[in-house]
């Protein structure tokens, strides 16, 4: 039986949110030269993967966390992604910003959530983890538990498993980088030598093509 992290593997591929490019990498903003980019917000456009993702996720913290109060969203990201787990598991649902609002109450965290709740953040995709740990850091200041974080994607970077550990948050995943490759050879995506290039760049992404 095929395993989540292959079906979802296959699903990002198949509508383009994960595009690879070995030999024509892209550009990241952060200037690291990358074979890979991903933009999970593609799954929203399409109901059969964005049910399955939904339904997934909903699984997972049903299992992982069924003690939870709310699901709380990255911005922007997982914020449609986020609603659409609470409105499943009908539980209130939030979203965290990057940076305070500037005007009015210039609110970090948009909606109603009251401090002691135990809080599962639900993410797109994960790549140093820096962006998602705000969050956390966010809803723990505002008195709540977070009790994990669940993403579609990660890249699998040891940066963002030190960071995880470091900030005591447990992460889950429904598919991967690694899974990622090895589908991509199963199905032809890429060649022998496009998978070679594609695990180099992961052990020194900063460094990779320079």
Known sequence: MEKVSETIAKQLLQ??????QP??????ASGWNSPIYCDNRKTL???????YIKSEFVALVNELYPEADAIAGVATGAIAQGALVADALKKPFVYVRSSPKGHGMENLIEGDIAPGKKVVVIEDLISTGGSSLKAVEALRKAGCEVLG????????????????TVKEVKLNTLSDYQTLIEVAA????????DVKTLSSWRNDPAHWGK
């Open 186 to 193: 199963q199905t032809g995506y890429v060649s022998t030598d």
């Open 149 to 164: 974080m669940a993403a579609i994607f990660t890249y699998g970077f040891q940066t963002a498993v030190d960071n995880f």
């Open 45 to 51: 456009s399409f109901p059969e993967v964005r049910d």
């Open 15 to 20: 509508i383009k949110a994960i595009k690879l």
């Open 23 to 28: 030999t024509n990498p892209f550009t990241w």
